[in-house]
């Protein structure tokens, strides 16, 4: 999916949620469990409720990697649902991978040929040959972690260089460099609040991706505020807020309206901004 289709289904949607698909069987509603496939019926049962109301899913890798083969076929039966259902959705890799260059090639061809999803995130500590076999698909996105929202991202994306710039700011010049506004896309954690300033000032057209609202703690409106450009240029992520808002056999319902109070939000947000009409 390329970058005007992505602004086409948030304009038409009214909406730039991603929800994360962080499937935990010990979190999923107990009747669940005496499927077949338990994690991918919450999931069916969840993007049915949800679809409406957002414009991409993020399954974070983690949660099915844990069951080994059994958590990969989840997924892949989770991404040919979405492909065949709600073909509008874009589909997040959270997998994090970055390694020596040929091994980010083998990461590239599961993910991008195999799964055929639309976007990875990837880890950019070894630097530009870990990323690079990324890029070679047209289409495709590399999401880049930027700004990350957890405790311990102080502990080295805010560290000074001898310019006086914080590690997140060279990462992010640096990135910017070897993508393209059309390829390349950012994490930014919601609970950086102001900080998102500083984001837009070295990277004002890039797409983020923006972890962190609702559960964790992020506002909304903090982050449109701050990082919403002239096409929107964000998606926001929200995960246990919607999908573990009830562990009963209401749990599609009650997500479908989390969701729905999301989206009705950020279709307020993106008319004053003048995005949508």
């Not at 009747?31 to 919450?42: A, G, K, S, T």
């Not at 409720?49 to 990969?72: H, M, Q, R, S």
């Not at 259902?85 to 390694?99: E, H, L, S, V």
């Not at 393209?180 to 954690?189: A, E, L, P, Q, R």
Request: proline share 3%; hydrophobic share 40%; aromatic share 10%.
């Amino acid at each position: 999916m390329d970058r005007k289709q992505l602004v086409e289904n948030i304009k038409r949607k009214k909406s730039f949620l991603c929800v994360g698909l962080d499937t935990d069987t010990k979190k999923i509603p107990e009747h669940l469990l005496q499927c077949e496939d338990p994690i991918f019926e919450f999931n069916k049962a969840i993007i049915d409720a949800t679809a409406d109301y957002c414009v991409a899913y993020k399954p974070n890798l983690a949660f099915y990697e844990c069951f080994g083969i059994a958590g990969w076929v989840a997924l892949e039966k989770t991404i040919k649902y979405l492909k065949e259902n709600y073909p509008d959705q874009f589909i997040i890799a959270d997998a994090k991978r970055g390694d020596i260059g040929n091994t980010s090639k083998m990461y590239a061809r599961s993910f991008f040929e195999h799964l055929d999803v639309d976007a990875i995130t990837v880890a950019p500590y070894m630097g530009e040959d870990s990323i690079s076999p990324f890029y070679g698909y047209d289409g495709k996105w590399v999401i880049v972690l930027g700004l990350t929202s957890n405790k311990g991202s102080h502990d080295f994306q805010l560290i000074k260089g001898e310019d006086g710039k914080p590690l997140f700011e060279t990462v992010m010049n640096k990135v910017s460099s070897w993508g393209t506004t059309d390829n390349t896309m950012f994490v930014v954690g919601a609970t950086q609040g102001e900080m998102f300033a500083d984001v837009r000032r070295i990277i004002p057209q890039s797409f983020l991706l923006v972890p962190g609202v609702g559960a964790q703690g992020g506002s909304l409106q903090e982050v449109a505020k701050y990082g919403l450009t002239e096409d929107c240029g964000l998606l926001v992520n929200s995960s246990r807020g919607i999908i573990y808002a009830s562990n009963g056999e209401d749990f599609a319902a009650v997500a479908g309206q989390k969701a729905k109070e999301l989206q009705e939000e950020m279709s307020e947000i993106l008319k004053n901004h003048n995005i949508i009409k």
